[in-house]
């Protein structure tokens, strides 16, 4: 239903202008959560967006992936403007063609992680073969294969988040959205699931957008958009190793403000 309108010179997204604004019809009363934000992701990126609580960058990842929609201004991904999209349409576009990961990891516990991993084939009625195989490669990606029978409250938050990420590209997605990643997990399974994301990117050129507080797990993207009041306040690219872009976005974060428990 959605074919891909392809064309090097398509960005995967594309947002224009947008502006979110929460509250009453009088200015005094509102809230303007995203203040006229633009930017492109292009096929291949690893993009992480960073700001201080109540800087936006969670509106802001709804709003691009299609969970919310802004006040005024435009989001296009792989060509299609999503805002045009009916509520029918637009689920199954999320479906067919964006990935997820959450902070919770929204696993059914009455499914194994394989049923976990497999339902999105299963909803789009794909061949049992091309399931089986599909499951089995993904999962292999991420080492957890070998558990692919046990069930969710069986496995470690780390499996649980690796089987999310699996579930989220195993429908071959335009782009994957991940909210907070590594908000659940101890350091160790922090640093396995965003070198899931790095191997998703390296090897097979996933597009992804991932937002986090966590200066650790930015310094795994290739870039890094820092926002602030709602707005784009700026960004960086990686250039050298993890250990120098770690610091540069510890120099950017401080530079932002906020707490000290958002840096």
Known sequence: MFPWKGGMEMSVLEAKNLIKIYGGEEEWSATKALNRISLKIEKGEFVGIMGPSGSGKTTLLNILSGIDKPTSGLVKISGFEISDLSKEALALFRRQHLGFVFQE???L???SLKENVM????LDKKEADYMENKVKDVMSLFDIYDICN???????GGQQQRAAVSRAIVNEPDIVFA????GNLDSKSSKAIMKCFEKMNE???????VVTHDAFAASYCKKVIFIKDGMLHSEIVKKG???EFFDQILDCLTVLGGDSDDL
């Not at 090897?203 to 957008?209: A, H, N, R, S």
């Open 119 to 122: 339902l999105p084939l299963v």
């Open 241 to 243: 190793s993890r250990k």
């Open 109 to 111: 516990d009455s499914l």
């Open 179 to 182: 909210d907070e990643p590594t």
């Open 150 to 156: 046990k069930y969710p409250y069986n496995v470690s």
């Open 105 to 107: 990891f929204n696993l």
């Open 203 to 209: 090897e097979k050129e996933d597009t992804i957008l």
